[in-house]
């Protein structure tokens, strides 16, 4: 069974902090992807990444596929209450395994 | 509308009871997914359609859900004999191609069902 492990669980920090997110497996995926989701709504894709090793920029938001492609990264620099919500890992393995998220919270 | 619409928004039933839970996917999107998530986790698949065939129904609970998809497009989530363990978000993505790396998943807001 494909398992991503995804942490930390909770985040609460100020407005123009840094933090990482880590998604971690023992698997290999095809691909992974990162959603972002807020309250009452279903998730919006943010990212792909295909590529051992590749990293994609999202403005602030920085996204890293692991070499072995079993784990990833989200870096956001100066967080805004704006970034505030779930943030979920996803790798594809025939079908797409979901990380149990990371409930992040900004405050000003 | 322009994106997968899902219906009703919230649904509270009592314990027993069968529900039926329905998504819109958009227009001439040919595959179709059922994912559960509980509160505050992250999403677990119950099914997936390619057109109204599903490939892959392993993520089906127990024999008490069942799904289907007619015309390509609408899709219903049947839940019998309700137990309070179903209690969770139902949410249901959409996308243009059957599934691969590549692919992106359009979510629905989903529906919150409640089990009293």
């Known amino acids: 069974t494909q398992l991503l492990e995804q942490s930390p669980q909770f985040l609460s920090i100020q407005e123009g902090e840094n933090l990482t997110v880590y998604c971690n497996s023992s698997s290999v995926f095809s691909s992974l992807q990162w959603y972002r989701q807020e309250p009452g709504e279903g998730p919006v894709l943010l990212v792909t990444?295909?590529?051992?090793?590749e990293v994609k920029k999202l403005k602030r938001l920085t996204f890293q596929f692991g070499d072995a492609r079993k784990d990833s990264s989200l870096h956001i620099t100066a967080a805004q209450p704006g970034d505030t919500g779930l943030y979920l890992c996803?790798?594809?393995?025939?079908?797409?395994?979901f990380g149990q998220g990371t409930e992040l919270s900004v405050k000003p | 509308g322009a994106g997968v619409s899902q219906s009703p928004s919230n649904k509270v039933t009592e314990k027993g009871k069968d529900v039926e839970l329905r998504c819109d996917p958009i227009?001439?999107?040919?595959?179709l997914y059922w994912y559960r998530q509980s509160l505050g986790q992250g999403l677990e698949f119950l099914i997936y359609f390619q057109g109204n065939s599903a490939p892959d129904k392993s993520g089906l609970p127990s024999d008490r859900f069942s799904a289907e998809r007619t015309g390509g497009s609408v899709s219903t989530l049947t839940i019998q004999r309700t137990q309070q363990e179903d209690s969770a978000v139902y949410l249901c993505?959409?996308?243009?191609?059957?599934?691969?790396?590549?692919?992106?998943?359009?979510f629905g807001p989903g529906t919150r069902l409640t089990v009293l």
């Open positions: 996803a790798g594809y393995g025939g079908k797409l395994i």
């Open positions: 990444v295909v590529t051992g090793g």
């Open positions: 227009s001439g999107h040919t595959a």
């Open positions: 993505a959409s996308s243009s191609q059957g599934t691969n790396e590549y692919n992106e998943q359009f």
